[in-house]
């Protein structure tokens, strides 16, 4: 048993890591700021309290751990990872505390000897992962997992499992400040499905070759015995996998892919049905797929799992299972419906991801008024380079209220979206748009604004000062009437 201490235990990878750890019976400790559920329920339902407040006091005069694990949020000059910094240097005779970032304890304590389940891409990450975790789960093959989000369908967000296969998310962003590369290259694949490779995290990846180099790389770890599922419809997917040593099966809507719907999908505002036929067998042997989850990037989501893991699972099992799936938390989330206003949160922030989520609420909701309200919370997000993507992503909403860009201090005016010109791009094209100055004019606008049968969609990937729940209590206050 270690004695473990966690900086930043908070975060969305670390907390689940801590239960984790704490269920493999390891001593488990923390720090963070003022914590919120779901992760502080996580931590207390695990028995884990963390300290309030970074303090060097913490590590200086408290019990000496085994190993210190920080998260990728925690600067450099974070006064507890300072601390650690200097114990991880101790010479040699001393008790010297090992200092690593979470992808690299997760890689140690939880993948070695499995076989790794990767989900990679720069969109459809949590989404897949959840889908490929209920399907082994509803198998009874008791995988290993962790999830980015709260799954509808599991028990929780982790699970330590016993069989051999581990689903994991494949973020491409840094691991922590001293351990600069992305935290898919300490998983070691046996399986990578990858969703996506489009620009994204410029204030790591400059130019899009800069994020192929790093995908490539993740490639190059699949062994020859292992598999890559890979998104065909896009060029950019295939060039980053055309020199695998592996097999690589192609996914995706279009017939020269080696997995797609054997027949046009179906859609209407309950399901989206297609008809599928398990990698390399003939298109008369097929199973209908009936998918509760709305939009074409569910759709894609759901092949991409059936070709990883029908050559494992009885193609049936992976059809009943996905046919169930629930979805996840933040992820065209329907939070509830007050005076006929419907609240749905959703993670989407680029520009891609607004277009797709609002196709899929569109499957869903069809006739209705889609009201977007949008906070550009990312570094990327924020950036004027996407101002021509926004501008067609949006032109499927009725009415669009942009929040302030979060990070508009750390970024030049030249590089900062233009949130004025795209108001009046939008405006120009028939779209009802508004820039407010504060999350808190958004609401009270929002609100006034309010008239039954409209669906209200929060999109960000930070907590956007807690607006969707916000929303439905400011609902409930008073009728909304047309």
């Known amino acids: 048993m270690l004695d473990i201490y966690m900086i930043a235990i908070g975060g969305t990878g670390m907390a689940p890591l801590a239960c984790l750890l704490e269920a493999r019976g390891h001593r488990v400790r923390g720090v963070d700021g003022p914590l919120y559920p779901p992760m502080s329920t996580l931590l207390e339902t695990a028995g884990i309290e963390p300290l309030v407040g970074y303090d060097a006091a913490h590590l200086e005069h408290g019990p000496r751990p085994d190993l210190v694990i920080i998260g990728n949020a925690v600067p450099r000059g974070n006064a507890?990872?300072?601390?650690?910094?200097?114990?991880?240097?101790?010479?040699?005779?001393?008790?010297?505390?090992?200092?690593?970032?979470?992808?690299?304890?997760?890689?140690?304590?939880?993948?070695?000897?499995?076989?790794?389940?990767?989900?990679?891409?720069?969109?459809?990450?949590?989404?897949?992962?959840?889908?490929?975790?209920?399907?082994?789960?509803?198998?009874?093959?008791?995988?290993?997992?962790?999830?980015?989000?709260?799954?509808?369908?599991?028990?929780?967000?982790?699970?330590?499992?016993?069989?051999?296969?581990?689903?994991?998310?494949?973020?491409?962003?840094?691991?922590?400040?001293?351990?600069?590369g992305p935290k898919f290259l300490h998983y070691r694949p046996h399986t990578l499905i990858l969703t996506s490779v489009e620009h994204d995290h410029v204030d790591l990846y400059p130019t899009p070759e800069a994020l192929h180099v790093a995908f490539r790389a993740l490639v190059e770890q699949v062994p020859e015995d292992g598999l890559i599922v890979?998104?065909?419809d896009s060029d950019d997917v295939r060039r980053v996998?055309?020199?695998?040593?592996?097999?690589?099966?192609?996914?995706?809507?279009?017939?020269?892919?080696?997995?797609?719907?054997?027949?046009?999908?179906?859609?209407?505002?309950?399901?989206?049905?297609?008809?599928?036929?398990?990698?390399?067998?003939?298109?008369?042997q097929v199973f209908q797929l009936t998918l509760r989850q709305p939009g074409?990037?569910?759709?894609?989501?759901?092949?991409?799992?059936?070709?990883?893991?029908?050559?494992?699972?009885?193609p049936a099992q992976v059809t009943t299972a996905l046919g169930a799936f629930r979805g996840t938390r933040r992820r065209l989330d329907e939070?509830?419906?007050?005076?006929?206003?419907?609240?749905?949160?959703?993670?989407?922030?680029?520009?891609?991801?607004?277009?797709?989520?609002?196709?899929?609420?569109?499957?869903?909701?069809?006739?209705?008024?889609?009201?977007?309200?949008?906070?550009?919370?990312?570094?990327?997000?924020?950036?004027s380079f996407f101002f021509d993507a926004y501008r067609e992503a949006f032109a499927r909403a009725d009415v669009v209220r942009f929040a302030p860009i979060f990070y508009a201090e750390r970024l030049g005016e030249a590089e900062r979206l233009?949130?004025?010109?795209?108001?009046?791009?939008?405006?120009?094209?028939?779209?009802?748009?508004?820039?407010?100055?504060?999350?808190?004019?958004?609401?009270?606008?929002?609100?006034?604004?309010?008239?039954?049968?409209?669906?209200?969609?929060?999109?960000?990937?930070g907590a956007f000062d807690g607006l969707p729940h916000r929303l439905l209590e400011g609902l409930e206050r008073g009728p909304h009437e047309p």
């Open 80 to 180: 507890e990872a300072v601390v650690a910094e200097r114990l991880a240097a101790e010479p040699k005779g001393a008790r010297r505390v090992e200092r690593v970032s979470m992808p690299q304890a997760l890689g140690r304590f939880f993948l070695e000897g499995r076989r790794p389940l990767v989900v990679a891409g720069t969109h459809g990450k949590t989404t897949t992962t959840a889908m490929a975790s209920t399907v082994l789960d509803r198998a009874g093959r008791d995988p290993g997992y962790l999830i980015g989000g709260v799954p509808h369908d599991l028990p929780s967000s982790f699970h330590d499992g016993t069989g051999d296969r581990f689903v994991i998310e494949g973020d491409e962003y840094n691991a922590a400040y001293f351990d600069r």
């Open 335 to 383: 939070l509830g419906t007050v005076h006929g206003v419907t609240v749905v949160d959703d993670f989407a922030h680029h520009p891609t991801a607004v277009g797709k989520t609002l196709g899929g609420l569109r499957q869903r909701y069809p006739g209705r008024r889609i009201v977007v309200l949008f906070e550009p919370r990312s570094l990327t997000a924020g950036r």
């Open 296 to 314: 074409e990037h569910n759709l894609l989501n759901a092949l991409g799992v059936w070709a990883a893991l029908v050559p494992e699972v009885e």
């Open 418 to 461: 233009d949130l004025d010109g795209l108001v009046d791009a939008l405006r120009s094209g028939g779209v009802e748009a508004v820039r407010h100055d504060a999350t808190a004019s958004l609401l009270t606008a929002t609100l006034a604004a309010a008239r039954s049968g409209e669906v209200l969609v929060t999109m960000s990937s």
């Open 230 to 232: 890979a998104w065909g």
């Open 241 to 284: 996998v055309d020199e695998a040593r592996s097999r690589v099966l192609f996914y995706g809507l279009g017939s020269h892919n080696d997995v797609h719907p054997v027949t046009a999908p179906e859609r209407d505002a309950e399901a989206t049905r297609v008809l599928l036929a398990a990698p390399g067998a003939d298109d008369d």
